[in-house]
């Protein structure tokens, strides 16, 4: 079973920028594609983006981040990032990644039953 650990979250000021990393150990993530997924207080949890398994040709984005994040994986790292660019209050939340089959699934699926991070907090505010 692969272990993940996500990082890079923080504090950051509306129109700044953060880079979370989901990295894996215990088994290699070239089979899984790779969601990140977001839930804040009070709110349902969200889908973020996905990033296809073995050479992350295909990637997929929630319309409300289309344009400000990119997902990227790195194979030899065995790791996973998610560049959060132009952020907003509203993508204030915890962040997680889990690994999936294959293929993506469409992002409105947030349960997923392969590894999960612990999460990391992204809070946008001035």
């Known amino acids: 079973q692969v272990q993940l650990v996500e990082s890079g979250g923080g504090l950051v000021q509306p129109g700044g920028s953060l880079t979370l990393s989901c990295a894996a150990s215990?088994?290699?993530?070239?089979?899984?594609?790779i969601n990140w997924v977001r839930q804040a207080p009070g709110k349902e949890r969200e889908g973020v983006s996905c990033?296809?398994?073995?050479?992350?040709?295909?990637?997929y984005y929630a319309d409300s981040v289309k344009g400000r994040f990119t997902i990227s994986r790195d194979n030899v790292k065995n790791t996973v990032y998610l560049q959060m660019n132009n952020l907003k209050p509203e993508d204030t939340a915890v962040y997680y990644c889990?690994?999936?089959?294959?293929?993506?699934?469409?992002?409105?699926?947030?349960?997923?039953?392969?590894?999960w991070g612990q999460g990391t907090q992204v809070t946008v505010s001035s």
């Open positions: 889990a690994t999936d089959g294959w293929f993506c699934r469409p992002l409105e699926v947030t349960e997923f039953p392969g590894s």
């Open positions: 990033i296809s398994s073995s050479d992350g040709s295909t990637t």
């Open positions: 215990g088994s290699t993530l070239d089979y899984y594609a």
